[in-house]
């Protein structure tokens, strides 16, 4: 088995996200397209624009997954109306994707060499998905804890991420212990804090470390907080994915345009998030390539503090310390030299070389 391949997270049909490997960004369409194919293949140029690794959106039935009674979340009768306005199962059922819009997207997909993803939400949903061969799944919060269709998921032998809002560490250990009993180990679990839009301060980012102690999985982040002061942190923590939702326009009706990022904001934070990524290095403390001609000119030396007669003990009082452009012994020697005697004259403000020192 090669190293990358014994890392924890996805390592599996030229995918690789984990440790070590550039952050794999998802652009979170969702249901942003409102129903609407036109939108939807809109929203593929805006993540391909931007720089995102893969688009993602929703593919499920309402019938299959909501009552006709369920109410509505709060943020949803604030985005949508109430429940006698419209009822969520008549809401979801104007954002479902035929088979044929699936085809449609996915050639949008192909098109500009982005990773095209989709959470299914039911049974027929992921059948849909394999046999449009999707390269994983993504498995949303709301099914988390949803062990038969975590389950029934994993039976396909295709790699997963899954979102953990609203869940504990119990659960979350749960589902992985089940997703790895199906006989998945290409799996990488987001942190996530489930509300539209979700306050920083309980974005709780070092779940993601708990995580990866408690189940030995990759971890990333799917992000609802507004702004990216939450998104940089998550990947300077290590986030090994992140996920951010966007949209055309954050006006348009719908449950999740006003949590969601417009195309200019999303290209600039992964901008943002690249940037980053590049900073954090790769742990060895070493000289950087741009530090060299500093490290020479602002960096000090031992230097003569008065004429010094060959054959002299060089003291305290006859040396210092001072800029030489990079000549000269290190200060970092200092002892070392002390009570050694000259081997030639050296000049006030002369850099003392080793040449100079008896040995």
Request: net charge negative.
């Amino acid at each position: 088995m090669s190293n990358k391949m014994s890392k924890r997270g996805i390592y599996s049909g030229g995918l690789a996200i984990g440790p070590d490997e550039p952050v794999f960004i998802i652009a979170e369409a969702g249901v942003n397209h409102n129903g609407d194919l036109g939108m939807a293949l809109e929203l593929v140029d805006v993540a391909a624009q931007t720089g995102a690794d893969a688009v993602k959106f929703q593919t499920f039935k309402a019938e299959h997954i909501i009552t006709r009674q369920a109410p509505k979340a709060q943020y949803h009768i604030e985005t949508t109306g109430s429940d006698e306005d419209q009822s969520w199962f008549e809401l979801l059922k104007t954002q479902e994707l035929t088979r044929e819009m699936h085809e449609a997207i996915i050639e949008r997909c192909h098109a500009h060499d982005i990773l095209f993803l989709s959470t299914p939400y039911d049974k027929d949903s992921v059948d849909l998905l394999d046999e449009l061969d999707v390269a994983l799944y993504k498995v949303a919060s709301t099914d988390a804890n949803n062990i038969p269709f975590l389950e029934y998921i994993a039976s396909k032998g295709r790699p997963m991420i899954m979102s953990t809002a609203m869940c504990d560490l119990q659960e979350v250990a749960a589902s992985v212990e089940a997703i790895r009993a199906a006989g998945i180990d290409n799996l990488v679990v987001l942190q996530c804090t489930g509300s539209y839009p979700a306050p920083a301060g309980q974005a709780n980012l070092k779940a993601m470390e708990t995580i990866t102690e408690a189940c030995g999985v990759a971890t990333g982040y799917s992000d609802h907080v507004p702004g990216m002061a939450v998104a940089i942190g998550a990947i300077a923590r290590g986030a090994v994915a992140y996920e951010k939702h966007y949209t055309l326009d954050r006006s348009l009706p719908g449950p999740d345009h006003r949590a969601s990022l417009e195309p200019e904001e999303l290209k600039a934070l992964i901008t943002s998030i690249r940037e980053v990524e590049s900073s954090l290095g790769d742990g060895t403390k070493q000289v950087m390539p741009c530090e060299v001609e500093n490290r020479k000119k602002l960096r000090k030396s031992i230097i003569a503090a008065c004429s010094i007669a060959p054959g002299e003990v060089l003291s305290p009082e006859k040396l210092s310390i001072k800029r030489a452009g990079g000549q000269g012994i290190s200060p970092d020697k200092y002892h070392e030299v002390i009570g050694k005697r000259t081997a030639s004259k050296l000049e006030p403000d002369e850099p003392l070389t080793l040449s100079a020192i008896e040995q």
